[in-house]
């Protein structure tokens, strides 16, 4: 099986699984990424785009991820108190 093979077939077995773009903020704990995912909005009342910013604690496992990179994150089990995403790949 090739390795497309087998990420089709753990995704039919999973279920689809939210991924997310973003810049990692710090890598300065072991295994652990902080990425910064942003999004625009329109505001409800003034009808300005807005950029919405926010953090998630990602989990690396191989500390490949450096301070700026663009990367992938992925949904998964939690995994600590805060990590409940893990690293796809660095774009």
Same mark, same amino acid.
């Given at each position: ?15 689809? &699984? !939210? ?7 710090? /890598?300065? #704990?072991?295994?652990?990424?902080? *990425? @910064?995912?942003?999004? %625009? ?11 919405? &910013? !926010? ?7 191989? /500390?490949? #991820?450096?301070?700026?990179?663009? *990367? @992938?994150?992925?949904? %998964? ?15």
């Amino acid at each position: 099986m090739t390795e497309n093979q087998t990420t089709e077939a753990v995704e039919a077995m999973r279920g689809t &699984r !939210k991924l997310m773009t973003g810049t990692v903020l710090k /890598n300065q #704990a072991d295994k652990t990424i902080v *990425v @910064q995912v942003e999004r %625009t909005s329109r505001h409800p009342l003034y009808k300005k785009t807005v950029r919405i &910013r !926010k953090k998630f604690y990602a989990h690396d496992e191989e /500390n490949v #991820a450096q301070v700026g990179d663009k *990367v @992938q994150i992925m949904g %998964t089990r939690p995994l600590s108190k805060l990590k409940c995403w893990r690293l796809v790949k660095v774009l």
